[in-house]
């Protein structure tokens, strides 16, 4: 039996998940029905490896009969909440997840799969990723070496939007490390079913930077990897498409053509565009409507006290005015705003930015006054 569990472990460790269970089964089948030590921890290896192969009813079979021989044992519990979990079963799924907890009160691993339990009864997935945090963390090589410290100088936010019970989000803004955003997700079992961009520019989207970041022939992995390796859709404003498909090299067939007032779905969740130009021509911001305050991702169109540059050649400074002073002021009062970059902490809102930022009442002539180049 020993042998064959070994063998089952060594398996797993290769990724070969349908000789692992072949192993285990033939394992679980010669041994003494008194090992009870063992008898469970061969169904919680084959729970585990059915659950690999997407085989969710199986894993949920064999974690159940790991409970059975061995009720007191956390792992046992753990291995149920992982099968309801994936069956999107989130009662059943938070009842086994407490159950194991209270047997392994410091299990982090456990806190952490019941609070995305919690998250998904509710209902709503929503993750602000940031450089040197979250992702782009460890450098494979020299230019990524580069493309990592060029990221954490510039502070881009990049953030996870979607449905905590169907377990999909889209990406906004989408650059630096495409591996890491996507092992970020993959961590919170959350699948990427779209690439959303606030504007063209490269910190966004990936793609070949500006001098002087384009020194060695650099390019920025972003959404074409996304398009390319993932086939998600890319949702970009009508007004920046055509950049991003020739700096980017996105294949036409990714984009997604985005008007102002356009709405798509991740789940339940609505995302709704609104067309801020003026940082570039094709800037968009998008909110997100929640049952006690809607959350607008800004991009580069509004910041904490300040707005997007207005000093790069397509920058347009009247439509910036519009798209400030008619659009983004005249939301809700509590809205809350995440920008594109972390200047200056994590969110505001939007009576903040009216009472002290860049939404204060002004007229347009002062505007231009101020902003005149
Ligand atoms: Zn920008």
């Not at 059975?68 to 009662?91: N, T």
């Not at 782009?136 to 936010?157: G, H, V, Y």
């Not at 009062?333 to 002290?356: L, M, Q, S, W």
Request: glycine residues 6%; proline residues 6%; hydrophobic residues 40%.
């Amino acid at each position: 039996m020993d042998a064959l569990k070994a063998a089952g472990n060594e398996a797993v460790r290769q990724g070969n998940y349908t000789s692992a269970i072949d192993l285990y089964t033939q394992a679980l089948s010669s041994i003494d029905k008194n090992m009870v030590d063992d008898l469970a921890a061969l169904h919680s290896n084959c729970s585990f490896a059915h659950l690999k192969l997407g085989q969710h009813p199986e894993a949920l079979d064999q974690a159940n009969k790991c409970v059975s021989v061995k009720p007191d044992w956390s792992k046992g519990h753990f291995r149920c909440g992982e099968a309801y979990f994936a069956l999107q079963d989130y009662a059943a799924a938070a009842e086994s997840y407490e159950k194991a907890l209270s047997l392994s009160p410091d299990d982090q691993t456990i806190k952490r799969r019941l609070s995305l339990t919690q998250e998904a009864i509710e209902g709503f997935y929503f993750r602000q990723l940031l450089p040197g945090r979250d992702f782009c963390l460890t450098p494979s090589d020299i230019i990524e070496r580069q493309i990592f410290s060029s990221a954490r100088q510039m502070q881009n936010f990049i953030y996870l939007v979607g449905d905590a019970k169907t377990r999909e989000a889209v990406v906004i803004d989408a650059a630096w490390d495409v591996k890491g955003i996507k092992a970020f997700a993959a961590q919170d079992s959350i699948k990427l079913v779209g690439a959303v961009v606030t504007h063209y520019h490269f910190d966004h989207t990936g793609g070949t930077p500006p001098p002087p970041f384009d020194a060695f022939g650099i390019k920025v992995p972003g959404v074409r990897e996304l398009a390319v390796e993932d086939s998600v859709p890319v949702y970009v404003n009508k007004f920046d498409a055509e950049i991003i498909k020739q700096s980017n090299n996105v294949p036409a067939a990714s984009i997604v053509e985005i008007e102002d007032s356009a709405t798509i779905s991740v789940g339940s969740v609505k995302l709704h565009f609104i067309h801020t130009p003026g940082h570039t021509p094709g800037s968009q911001c998008i909110l997100v409507p929640r049952p006690s305050q809607d959350i607008l991702l800004s991009g580069d169109t509004l910041f904490i006290g300040s707005c997007g540059r207005l000093d790069l050649p397509d920058c347009d400074v009247k439509a910036m005015y519009t798209s400030l002073q008619k659009k983004l002021a005249s939301l809700p009062d509590n809205t809350r705003v995440y920008p594109g970059h972390d200047y200056g902490g994590p969110y505001t809102t939007i009576a903040d930015e009216r009472r002290k930022g860049f939404l204060r009442p002004v007229s347009e002539r002062d505007w231009l006054l101020q902003h005149k180049m």
